[in-house]
Every structure is written in C-alpha cells, then in structure tokens.
C-alpha cells in the first residue's frame, strides 16, 4: 500500500495541488454551518492554512487558532496572508493542545481520512468547544471518486496498475461521518455533500499540478518507465474533458458533517 509519510513536506506544492479545491469546498461548508460572525474558532489540521484563510474571510471570527502535525506546512501557512491574524502551531488532532470549552467553533478540511483514530479526534474536539458549539468537517469522498486526484488515480488503474485506496479513506463516506459524529453524542447532526467545479486553463497545468507531490496515487506513477508515464499521460489528456478554451473541467465532491457540543 503507498505510504503518505511524505505527503505533507512539501507546502507550496500542496497548495498549488489541493489549496484553491479545498477553499472551494470550505465556502460551502462555510456556508452550510450557517455561524455568525465574532466566534473563537479552531482550524483542526490546517496544513497550509487554506481553510484558515476562508475563515478570516468570511466569518470575521473574534479569533482563530490553527495546528497541524507537519512542520513544513506550518511553516508555509505561517508565510501566507492569514498568518497576521491566525496563531499557527504544530499539534497533534488527538491530543489537542487546548483548555475544555475554549472555542466556539472548530472545523476538520480534508484531514478526517490521514487520522489514525478520527473518533478521539472528533472526542478532541469536542472536549475544546463550548457547550452549544459546532463542530464540522469535510473531506473528499474518495472511496466514490469524488476526490480532484480521482482522473489521475483512474488513469493508472486503465493502464492495469491497481491503486487500492488508502486505510483512512472508509471514513471519507457521508454515513461514515455521521456514526463519528453520533459516537462522540453530538447533538443536531447532519451531513450533506458538496460537488465543486474543479477546472485547470490546460492540460499541462493540470499535469504538473496534479503530479508535484507523492500522495498515495503519485507514488504508483513514480514507480513507471518512462514510457508506461507517457501512455498515462496521453491516455488522461484523451479522457479529460475540456471546453472550447482547453480548459481541463470535471466534478469532485466532499462529504461534510456537522454537529453541536451538548449543552448541560
């Protein structure tokens, strides 16, 4: 099975990878936690502080506090617009670094699937959001095909190359975040999917977008000939779908759930 170990070492290209899919997602989950503005918010697994970002944004928060277990991603969150106004730190999503009922709100972007145990994660944040809080979290559906690797992924398999997903991916299903939620006796739970538009202004940019990190998919492309890569290449470039313009457009979706922090 590929491994994620390096994943996450690498900010900038994640962020050209994943970053304006994932805030593309995040406003509508925004939008569907339905909040008002001047809340104490937590970014659970913020990575490169995208969703962070879309917080400040749109929720004109009273503050945000940020972790994430990688180094180089905070280290390039803490170089991006949000880090005036958003403490970034490493921590681990299990054992939060946080008093009981200090926040408002706390949110999970694309990360529920990289946690060893998303129920204690979830229990975690729980135990830091205050009574009549929420808690929410999205992630692509990858175990359908919603995720914006999915082209690439079924591409490799059309050459005869196997890409089993990934352990954590089970907890990518819109009935697997529900029974998360409902095991930590959250209250008001509710899941919904979200389809976003994922488009790149050609096929070359969406190549070396979609290549530039060794996620549990790149892997199995790295371990090609030279010549088996090319027939990946050429094979996607067909099957993609693009516009009059040569756009490069195609659906991804997310699953996302919701919930509040029981009040006594």
């Keep these: ?33 339905g909040l008002p503005s001047g809340l104490r918010w937590l970014d ?14 749109r929720c004109s928060p009273r503050a945000v506090e940020a972790i994430d277990p990688a180094q180089d991603q905070i280290a390039y969150a803490r170089t991006t617009p949000a880090a005036g106004k958003v403490n970034f730190q490493t921590g681990d999503a299990q054992a939060l670094p946080f008093a009981a009922a200090e926040f408002d709100v706390a949110g999970m972007a694309l990360v529920i699937t990289f946690i060893s145990d998303p129920v204690k994660a979830i229990a975690e944040m729980k135990r830091v959001v205050k009574p009549g809080g929420m808690i929410g979290t999205y992630v692509w559906d990858f175990l359908s095909g919603g995720s914006p690797i999915q082209p690439l992924r079924q591409a490799i398999e059309d050459m005869g190359v196997p890409v089993p997903p990934s352990t954590g991916h089970e907890n990518s299903r819109r009935n697997r975040l529900e029974e998360i939620f409902r095991t930590a006796s ?5 899941t919904r999917m979200i389809e976003i538009d994922v488009n790149y202004p050609d096929f070359e940019t969406f190549w070396t977008s979609q290549t ?19 027939k990946v290449k050429d094979h996607l470039r067909r099957q993609l779908a693009t516009d009059r313009s040569g756009r490069v457009v195609y659906k991804a979706r997310a699953s996302a759930a919701k919930g509040r922090v029981p009040r006594p």
């Design 1 to 33: 099975m590929a491994n994620n170990a390096g994943f996450f070492t690498d900010g900038a290209a994640y962020e050209r990878m994943m970053g304006q899919w994932s805030r593309a997602a995040g406003g509508m989950f925004i939008d569907w936690l």
């Design 212 to 230: 530039a990190l060794a996620n549990n998919v790149v892997q199995y492309l790295q371990k090609m000939t030279d010549t088996e890569v090319r």
């Design 44 to 57: 659970v697994g913020c990575g490169t502080g995208a969703f962070s970002g879309l917080v400040l944004d």
């Design 186 to 190: 959250l209250e008001e739970v509710a």
